[in-house]
């Protein structure tokens, strides 16, 4: 079923509610990286210029009722910066309160709401809460795609009580994962790092017959090599999964997985410590991984240009730690040199590209690392399932 978008949302007049993902860092009262609020603009302009009202509503971090210091106020500041508008906060995320604000609000002025998470009922989709978040416009617009995996009454709830459609990014992300689920150019190749093996299994296992290759780095790494019987030393492993995960390295799709050649190991957990490069089937007693090493930077490097569709997620090391980051930057421009399509999702996958000045050289770069893994492990994201009814509207 197709999802519904800007194109199919008659908002003329009207007001909207706008669901953005603006879930980002902050560093002593005001944003640390914009990039997510930079995402969420195309959408918000697109409305304003024909929509009576724009309210915008996201989540920040995960505050335990309300904690002022994930107040929205600082990403509204940012907001504006960026978008060059006026916006008013909200005094709350719902209430009287609230929908007075946005009566009043100026022409052309965004009205952004409170932390959703402020409230109680949000990541239990409460039926109170999403009726008050309706209550507030008569059309709804889910931008998030970084919460398309949870059923929240921000993101589901809203959805099913008000005509509804997805924004441009959410957009853009739904076609781009799709391509890579349904029609990947080959040869197809996906970059796995981070530290749990527990977070990807899933989506290796739905990926595995699909790619012609698998090139895994970061901590996740040292469960497969335990699991394939080498020494690694004091590095990160998860036990519980071993059994798992040498199903995996011997079942038919086995070869496909690529693990690295050499690694940078350290004699403990600083970014300061000790180093050197070891073989990866051979990490020394009291030695832990903490990047992959100069040949396997090489050789992942020289597979992913050599591709016609790449998906990474993950670092291939301590990316936080600049002795152990060159693993995670040269991948990152690995795969910035790769002609192939190429979509990138996580965290400090996307700040590598960023920290290089690399962002604008992959073809996408997603804002949702999570519900990029759901989407690819073939799980229905909720979110999106509450916008697909409204397809034959």
Not at 39 to 51: K, M, W
Not at 240 to 252: A, F, M, N, T, Y
């Amino acid at each position: 079923m197709r999802v519904p978008t800007l194109d199919d949302l008659d908002v003329a007049g009207r007001t909207v509610l706008v669901r953005s993902d603006l879930n980002v860092p902050l560093s002593n009262g005001a944003v640390e990286d914009d990039f997510r609020i930079r995402a969420s603009l195309p959408t918000i302009r697109e409305l304003r210029a024909e929509a009576r009202r724009v309210v915008v509503c996201s989540h920040l971090g995960r505050p335990h009722g309300v904690d002022p210091e994930l107040s929205m106020r600082p990403v509204g500041e940012r907001l504006a910066d960026l978008g060059g508008f006026a916006v008013v906060q909200a005094p709350g995320v719902v209430g009287a309160e609230v929908a007075a604000t946005i009566a009043d609000a100026p022409p052309g002025a965004v009205v952004l709401l409170e932390n959703t998470r402020f409230e109680p009922g949000e990541t239990g989709n409460d039926p109170a809460l999403a009726d008050a978040l309706a209550s507030l416009a008569g059309r709804f617009v889910n931008d998030a795609f970084g919460t398309a995996h949870r059923a929240h009454a921000s993101t589901v709830g809203v959805a099913e009580r008000l005509p509804s459609a997805a924004g441009r990014l959410l957009q853009a992300e739904l076609e781009a994962f799709s391509r890579l689920l349904e029609d990947p150019a080959q040869p197809y190749v996906v970059v796995m790092g981070g530290a749990k093996v527990s977070d990807k299994l899933g989506v290796m296992r739905s990926l595995l017959p699909k790619v012609d290759l698998m090139l895994i780095g970061g901590g996740m790494c040292f469960t497969l090599l335990e699991a394939g019987g080498y020494e690694v030393g004091t590095s990160l492993v998860e036990e519980s999964r071993i059994d798992e995960v040498k199903e995996l390295l011997e079942g038919p799709e086995g070869s496909k997985i690529v693990l690295p050649a050499d690694i940078v190991v350290a004699d403990r957990f600083a970014a300061d410590a000790e180093r050197r490069v070891v073989p990866g089937t051979a990490i020394p007693e009291g030695w832990m991984g903490l990047d992959i090493g100069p040949e396997t930077v090489r050789r992942f490097g020289g597979v992913i240009r050599s591709a016609e569709s790449v998906f990474w997620n993950g670092p291939m090391g301590v990316f936080e730690w600049e002795a152990f980051r060159a693993g995670t930057a040269g991948v990152a421009e690995a795969v910035a040199e790769c002609d192939g399509y190429t979509v990138v999702g996580g965290g400090d996958s996307v700040a590598a590209l960023r920290m290089l000045g690399r962002e604008r050289d992959v073809s996408h770069l997603s804002t949702g690392g999570g519900a990029g893994l759901a989407m690819l492990e073939g799980r229905t994201l909720p979110a999106v399932a509450a916008l697909e009814r409204w397809s034959a509207s």
